[in-house]
């Protein structure tokens, strides 16, 4: 078997570990919504990863039901991609445990999410913390996934999933499992924390100032983007001029992602003006771009039968891809099965 006889299938996921932030809707929903219709598109709402730190279980069930109200409104259509929940396909467990196997040791101790979530601290961090990439290798590699949208922060986890399917076909003498291929692209692959440019955004960060959160009323986002950190200057005249000036290039490059441009064609419309001309302009725009998403997650977050409809449907559909694989994947190993 050829790289080239797997069918071109996207596989990707968020999880639900707090409310969905602008840096997943620009990051991963919206890329997630464009990649729809052009080949088969499996989104997951990846519960199993949110438990690898404490989640309270009353809102695990409702964070797991709002990222799938936000695939919803952003445009994902349950006719045209396979919307699920992770722990509604247990193969997702079961290929994980095959993976723990094939990942070595010193792989994980690379992994820099894991080195930053757990700090300090790391011998109190959860096992599944730990083991958290080969899990997200098998949810990819468990559909044969041959593409993968994601942000800049999940590369790590990518290429480490390239790296447990090939040492899979070499020690079992196949080639099983494709090599699956980050897609990373846009203006906003990497969006920072609105309180310190150097940090990525993210759900569960210390303060809400640092995070537009995608069912932030309109008054809420103005006010966040107005006390978002930035240096004096203006901005400049050319895009070259945000190398060094990294919260000033994330408003910049939040604004493209946002209007569907570029960040030079952002730093055209805006040469030179100050913080007090482009802040509320940002703000407008993520207002217009977002109100009309967090109305449409809040309309479906008002009928969770519906989402757990969809969501179960979905998963008998994953089901249907995933089971001969798992399988093929124990004859491979020499697991007996019925
Ligand atoms: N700041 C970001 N910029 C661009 N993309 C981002 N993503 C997350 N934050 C940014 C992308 O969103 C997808 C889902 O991520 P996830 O929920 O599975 O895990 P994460 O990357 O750890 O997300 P968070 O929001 O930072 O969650 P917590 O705080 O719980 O860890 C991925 O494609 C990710 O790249």
């Not at 919307?83 to 196997?101: D, G, P, T, Y």
């Not at 757990?118 to 290798?137: D, F, H, I, T, V």
């Not at 090599?179 to 940090?199: Q, W």
């Not at 977050?301 to 124990?330: N, V």
Request: net charge negative.
């Amino acid at each position: 078997m050829t790289q080239t006889s797997f069918t071109p299938r996207v596989f990707s996921g968020i999880k639900p570990s707090g409310g969905l932030q602008l840096g997943n809707y620009l990051g991963a929903i919206k890329r997630f919504v464009g990649m729809q219709g052009s080949m088969e598109t499996i989104y997951c709402v990846v519960d199993m990863h949110a438990i690898t730190v404490w989640q309270d279980p009353k809102d695990l069930a409702n964070g797991t039901r709002e990222v799938a109200a936000g695939y919803l409104a952003a445009g994902l259509d349950p006719a045209k991609s396979i919307l699920f929940n992770q722990s509604r396909v247990s193969a997702h467990a079961e290929l994980a445990w095959i993976f723990n196997c094939v990942a070595r040791v010193g792989w994980m101790n690379r992994m820099t999410q894991f080195k930053d979530k757990a700090g300090s601290n790391a011998e109190k961090a959860s096992l599944g913390l730990y083991a958290y990439p080969s899990l997200m290798a098998a949810d990819i590699l468990l559909y044969h996934a041959t593409q993968v949208p994601v942000g800049e922060d999940q590369k790590q986890h990518v290429e480490l999933t390239r790296d447990i399917a090939a040492k899979f076909n070499h020690d079992y003498g196949v080639n099983f499992f494709p090599m699956t291929e980050p897609v990373i692209d846009g203006p906003a692959t990497r969006v920072m924390n609105l309180r310190d440019g150097t940090k990525k955004m993210s759900k569960s960060g210390e303060s809400d100032m640092e995070r537009i959160n995608m069912l932030d009323d309109a008054d809420t986002i103005a006010k966040k983007f107005k006390k978002a950190k930035t240096d004096p200057e203006p901005l400049p005249e050319t895009v070259e001029g945000l190398a060094t000036r990294p919260e000033a290039r994330n408003l910049v490059e939040i604004y493209a992602a946002l209007d569907d441009t570029t960040p030079e064609a952002v730093i055209a419309q805006y040469p030179g003006a100050g913080w007090g001309t482009f802040k509320p302009a940002l703000a407008d725009l993520a207002v217009a771009k977002l109100a009309p998403i967090s109305t449409d997650m809040a309309r479906f977050m008002a009928d969770p039968a519906e989402i757990d409809r969809i969501l179960s449907q979905g998963a008998e559909k994953a089901r249907a891809i995933a089971t001969p694989i798992l399988q093929k994947t124990y004859d491979i190993v020499g697991l007996l099965r019925d």
